[in-house]
């Protein structure tokens, strides 16, 4: 099952969540693609927020439903009461404090209990809520589905740039090394009177050169593994390398247009400005229901009972009936809503079209680098082979005097360049091809593994500093549990 068609029918919305990750449950093995991608899937903090983000969308539907479904209501209350009444009157003749008083004081307890019961007949607003959810529910399920294609890619390309700078490293480390028996073969040379110091100098210039980039690699190799790190929340000691026989081809098919029509028609980002595009016209429909009358049907019972001397017995008391209200005027706030509805569809409508045109520019320029990438890798290879020639015929002119050591040291640097440039652009072809099925919706647990087949046993191994603690490092890395619902 290709994860590049999104359907949002509602028998496919949870196998959107657990295909992924299900098609990356394997044996435990050495670290490669696969394995790594199963890690992020299971570990990567952003996609795992995007997850409960559907969940959480897919919960408010069920919220703006239950409003259309019976709501029953009970209440009631217990009351402790203290009455105390003092009454006096005047008499004609009697003087003031010969009143005749009357007093009474009196303490009883009442109990009410009241239940009501309401079932809407027509709201128009409630069924517009209910229907704005689900279609944020569809957009969701595209949002989710680009957040794991780009997990897909984020860590496939950083992958691939650990072994693009492992190369580049042993490429530099090479380079010291040739330049390094060149520094001391100018030494030796000078100290017999065979050359000049400013030989010499020119070999030390070109070895403390190579030995700086030689560090900057070493640099370049760590933040790699960092970045993978990041993404997975795990470290790795080593990872497999890429084989010399990976195929380096057009993508299939060949045609352009091709995986321009699989964008427009396929990648989520696209599809979840299409959606936005219906959610805004929803919000209209939602505005304009604000007009229409809302009609109920509704019972209720009442119970209420008192222990007070002067009333003995209970009361109750039952409705059954159909309401109904009308908004007649609203101060102009139903008017402004539509407007303001109105001017977000607009909004949603050129979100789509920039969407899509970006989408469209950045498939034809993918293909354009993959096919590129093709004749660069080639080129790049016979580039080394040159280079090699050069270098040897360098070394022979040198040796009969016809070549100085300057372009002995130039041709060294060339070759070891061209090597660095023959990985780069390898690199750049795998990294591009799986741009590529991004952008076109393709990239998918079938694209992950027919890259991965390309890994030989070969291993690149990245050592701690020393006194670094893995553990600290790996409890700072952890995900931690996810949160327990309603906690």
Known sequence: MRLAHW????????????????????????????????????????LASARAEFSSVEAASDVASGALLPQVNASGNVVHNQQYESQSSSRAGQSVGSNAAGVSDDRYNTASLTLEATQALFNAVTRQEVNQAERQIDQQVYLLAATEQQLLIDVASAYFDILRAHEVLEARLAQERAIG?????AREQFEVGLIAITEVEEARASFDQSRADRIAAESNLQVAFEVLEQLTGQRYASIDALGDSMPIALPTPTDRNYWVEQAIERNPQVLAQQAGIELSRVGVELARAGRMPTVQAFANYQYSDSDS?????????????????????????TSARIRQGT???????????????????????LYTQVSNNVDTVEARQQAIVSNRSALEATRAGYEVGTRNIVDVLNAEQSLYNAIANYAEARYDYVVNLLSLRQQAGLLDVEAIEEVNAWLTGDEVNFTLPEGGDPDA???????????????
């Open 181 to 185: 028996r060149q520094l001391e073969q």
């Open 343 to 365: 001017f977000q569809l607009e909004s949603s409508q050129y979100d789509f079209e920039s969407q899509r045109r970006t989408t469209i520019q950045q498939v034809r320029s």
């Open 7 to 46: 359907a949002v029918n509602a028998p496919f919305r949870p196998l959107l969540l657990a295909v992924l990750t299900s098609s990356f449950i394997l044996p435990a093995q050495a670290a490669d693609l696969v394995n790594i991608t199963r890690d992020a899937l299971n570990n990567n903090a952003a």
């Open 309 to 333: 001397d002067l009333v003995s017995g209970y009361n109750t008391s039952s409705q059954v009936g159909v309401s109904a209200n009308l908004p007649i005027y609203t101060g102009g706030s």
């Open 473 to 487: 490092y790996q409890r700072a890395m952890d995900i931690g549990a996810p949160p327990t619902p309603g906690a």
